[in-house]
């Protein structure tokens, strides 16, 4: 490829050395940063390290090492400059780009990993705590994490009984209802009943769009979304599946690319193939969109 | 073990910035819970870094035993396919020295931190209760600490992670779904506006171009502020096609007034203005290239992969990742 006036100007300035700038940073630099290893001496030192030290080194080997080495670092830069600038979108963005994936770890990591979250979160909860509490070996931290744990299962309980009464105290009407004595089955009935509202509401908006924009509008598909994740929700599969097709009909064929909509409705189709296990369905459909 | 008969182990976990509040962005917290408040003033990656390279060659043999160690452990309790298991364990290690190997040292003029009066004074080690023993690796506290920083359960899941990551263009949390950066080719693929004839058309090399320019920019912004000279400087070089047209050995420094004074009118740029910005534009860059080893080439390609690390972290949408 010819050299181009903007790659020359990038290679010129890169190439430019400032030997007196460089010699007077040096001089004034303590030991602790002089101290990094240079590019060179990384490359060298995962070489021993991942190969052994009795390793032949070949230049492949070496070439392939300077360039993990140049993505490892560019991360780390990275992840420096995210930490000061700490954009707040961007647990949002990273929880729109998890919803997206391929890959389903097993099971047993799954729950593994879930517990460590649990187990990080709680015990960033009580970090503080844990500072003052922490007397030599004895970590008094779990007296809090304790406190938390009871507190918070008394709130849920309290929560969820208080579904089934109303202010005064008095059985709830769903309570009451059928004279069914299983406070689980009332729960349901009213779940079901919630559902059936929504689905009613999707239902009329589904309609209003149509009649509004035309059937073939990305608004209509958000709506389609909407209701495929409530079907879902209900393991109406068939349905959901149907209504998920349909949205990424319209999405595909719309001229104004949506992209947050097409990943969620790549991604509502995929959750309906891996509740039906319709595992291979589900990955290809996440790896290459179809 | 220490000498105080206390477990080293409590004050590591305590210490590892992988499992501290931001997860993976926590590499970047000097290590002030290990008790020596900043007195190096360097984040947690360039500290586990300046230790590793403390060590003697045979404390370094040792620690590299352990975490194939480690790894070999992590890939037994995620059930990889026997055959497959070797390999596995294998991209895993390089996937951990890589990381415990990529500091990068890039700190704002303003924030460097005053020097610790001798290392030995910084060095936070007596304060955690671990040994030094420069002879037997065993002994030396250093080395498991840097096990255990490098290899506890949290920082191999990142680096798992990593590695699927890199394979299959996902990201693997653990909990069953991989993130996918999505970039602009893929959802061409996926929404069927896909045109191969424009991937030719954009050559790699100029995509590289591009985006070193980017870095740099991005990096100028890091080091100097959004608001520096500098800054508008390294832009006017990356978009001015007059101003690149006449960039050699010498710096066309009247066209680069000019090119600035039309894109920023609030400011009265002179030569002056210009010639300092570039001073401290090459100084900085100078001194980047010495403190990591790089000569031209090796920066503009950390440049480039920088700019590109730097959309996915951030998530905005990449340009041809």
């Known amino acids: 490829m010819p050299e181009t006036n903007i790659d020359r100007t990038l290679m010129a300035l890169l190439e430019a050395d400032d030997s007196s700038a460089v010699s007077a940073a040096a001089a004034s630099d303590a030991d602790p940063e002089a101290g990094l290893p240079t590019l060179g001496q990384r490359v060298e030192m995962y070489i021993r390290a991942v190969y052994g030290a009795d390793a032949v080194v070949t230049e492949e080997m070496r070439a392939a090492a300077r360039d993990h080495l140049l993505t490892a670092m560019a991360d780390d830069l990275a992840e420096q400059s995210e930490a000061i600038a700490a954009p707040p979108q961007h647990a949002a963005v990273a929880q729109s780009r998890e919803q997206v994936g391929a890959y389903r770890a097993p099971a047993s990591v799954r729950v593994s990993a879930s517990f460590e979250r649990v187990v990080e979160g709680l015990k960033r909860l009580v970090a503080p705590a844990a500072d003052i509490f922490t007397m030599g070996n004895l970590r008094l931290a779990a007296v809090p994490l304790a406190a938390v744990l009871v507190v918070g299962s008394v709130w849920t309980k309290d929560y969820l009984e208080s579904g089934l009464h109303d202010e005064a105290g008095n059985p709830s009407s769903v309570a009451q209802g059928s004279g069914d004595p299983s406070d689980r089955a009332k729960t349901r009935s009213l779940r079901l009943s919630t559902e059936s509202t929504a689905e009613a509401k999707l239902t009329a908006e589904i309609a209003d769009a149509e009649n509004a924009l035309g059937p073939t509008h990305p608004a209509v598909a958000a709506k389609l979304i909407d209701l495929a994740g409530l079907y879902r929700s209900d393991r109406r599969y068939p349905e959901a599946e149907t209504l998920c097709k349909r949205a990424l009909s319209i999405l595909r064929q719309s001229p104004n690319r949506n992209d947050a909509e097409l990943v969620r409705a790549l991604n509502e189709l995929a959750a309906i193939y891996r509740g039906e296990g319709r595992f291979k369905e589900a990955e290809d459909l996440l790896i290459n969109g179809k | ?321």
């Not at chain 2, 890589?98 to 001798?118: D, F, G, I, N």
């Not at chain 2, 060095?123 to 506890?152: F, H, I, Q, Y």
């Not at chain 2, 985006?211 to 832009?235: I, M, Y």
């Open chain 2, 1 to 321: 073990m220490a000498e105080s008969g206390k477990s080293p182990r409590q004050y590591i976990s305590a210490a590892a910035p992988e499992s501290a509040r931001a997860g993976r962005l926590a590499g970047t917290e000097p290590f002030q819970r290990i008790g020596q408040a900043d007195r190096l003033g360097m984040t947690g990656a360039e500290f586990r870094l300046y230790v590793w390279n403390s060590l003697p060659e045979g404390h370094r043999t040792e620690a590299c035993r352990q975490i194939r160690m480690r790894c070999e452990a992590f890939i037994s309790s995620v059930r990889v396919d026997r055959t497959q298991r070797q390999p596995e364990i294998d991209r895993l290690v390089s996937e951990v020295v890589a990381h415990l190997l990529r500091a990068t040292s890039v700190k704002r003029e303003e924030s460097r931190p005053a020097r610790a009066q001798s290392e030995t004074e910084a060095m936070p080690w007596p304060a955690a209760g671990l040994t030094v023993d420069e002879r037997d690796s065993r002994k030396d506290g250093r080395v498991g600490w840097m096990v255990e920083e490098t290899c506890n359960r949290q920082a191999l899941s990142h680096r798992y992670e990593d590695m699927r990551r890199r394979d299959r263009g996902g990201k693997w949390d653990g909990s069953g779904y991989p993130l996918v950066s999505v970039d602009d080719q893929t959802m061409e693929h996926l929404s069927g506006h896909y045109d191969p004839a424009a991937d030719e058309i954009d050559a790699l090399e100029a995509q590289d171009t591009r985006r070193a320019w980017d870095g740099l920019s991005q990096l100028a912004k890091h080091q100097f502020g959004a608001e520096d000279p500098v800054v508008a400087l390294v832009q006017v070089l990356a978009e001015d096609p007059d101003v690149q047209e006449s960039f050699g050995s010498q710096w066309p420094v009247g066209k680069i007034v000019r090119a600035l004074n039309e894109r920023h009118s609030g400011v009265q740029w002179n030569d002056d203005l210009v010639e300092n910005a570039k001073r401290r534009l090459t100084k900085f860059m100078a001194r980047f290239k010495q403190q990591h080893g790089l000569d031209a080439v090796d920066l503009r390609a950390l440049l480039a992969r920088y700019a590109r690390e730097r959309k996915v972290v951030t998530g905005r949408p990449p340009r041809g990742n």
